[in-house]
């Protein structure tokens, strides 16, 4: 079925570094990709997303690109602050029937300042 | 707009009790997703209902069962609760007539059975 490994955690940088979380996912046709955010005691907040090969997802600095070729979308930001210490979620849908989320395990991400 | 809302937030539970959950939808969506999320893990999908009926289902038992009102509410009804219930339940709303079908989530339940 299909499934999605990310790099494991925690991963904890200084304000202003660059960040980069893997994930690389395995599914047969053609998934569209997420990265979902969830802040403490929260849900999941939708990040950004990215529906078709080549397409890139951006939002609050953070940018994926979809690699079909090497089936990946890992996520990048060029200068992180410490609001943006949370836990990180890469995701994929299928196209089809329920269209239901499969999740990789979360990379818990936390920013010094 | 309303987001997702859910009730209750926190639950506590003993094994062999049965619990049920509520999810409010997104205005404007009309199918709503259940996750189980286990502590340090990912979200799993538990099933999806698209106006009323069960529309998919992940690999979870049948005592854990669902229903969607004709508001598009739901509930997720758990019976002869174990221990590894123990869980944040989320559910997630979207429109199914939309491309992509983005789903938007709710805070959760935090549901602890002893």
């Known amino acids: 079925g299909d499934s999605v490994t990310q790099m494991e955690g925690p991963v904890t940088l200084s304000e202003e570094a660059c960040l980069t979380i893997?994930?690389?996912?395995?599914?047969?046709?053609?998934?569209?990709l997420f990265w979902y955010v969830q802040y403490p005691g929260e849900g999941l907040q939708l990040l950004l997303k990215?529906?078709?090969?080549?397409d890139k997802g951006s939002n609050k600095g953070f940018e994926a690109t979809y690699r079909k070729e090497t089936t990946s979308f890992h996520l990048e930001k060029g200068s992180v602050q410490v609001s943006d210490s949370a836990v990180y979620f890469c995701?994929?849908?299928?196209?089809?029937?329920?269209?239901?989320?499969?999740f990789g395990q979360g990379t818990r991400l936390t920013i010094n300042p | 707009e309303t987001g997702v809302t859910q009730s209750p937030t926190h639950l506590i539970k003993t094994r062999g009790q049965q619990v049920t959950l509520r999810c409010s939808s997104q205005?404007?969506?009309?199918?709503v997703s259940w996750y189980q999320q286990a502590l340090g893990q990912g979200p799993q999908f538990i099933f999806q209902?698209?106006?009323?009926?069960?529309?998919g289902r992940g690999n979870f038992p049948p005592r854990f069962s669902g229903l969607q009102f004709p508001n598009y509410s739901s509930e997720l009804n758990v019976n002869a609760l174990e221990l590894d219930d123990s869980a944040l339940y989320l559910c997630?709303?979207?429109?199914?007539?939309?491309?992509?079908?983005?789903?938007?989530f709710g805070p959760g339940t935090r549901l602890t059975v002893l």
């Open positions: 997630a709303s979207s429109n199914s007539g939309r491309a992509h079908n983005e789903q938007f």
């Open positions: 893997n994930c690389t996912y395995t599914a047969t046709g053609y998934p569209s």
């Open positions: 990215a529906t078709k090969a080549d």
């Open positions: 995701a994929l849908s299928d196209r089809g029937g329920a269209q239901k989320l499969v």
């Open positions: 205005s404007g969506h009309n199918t």
């Open positions: 209902y698209y106006r009323e009926e069960e529309n």
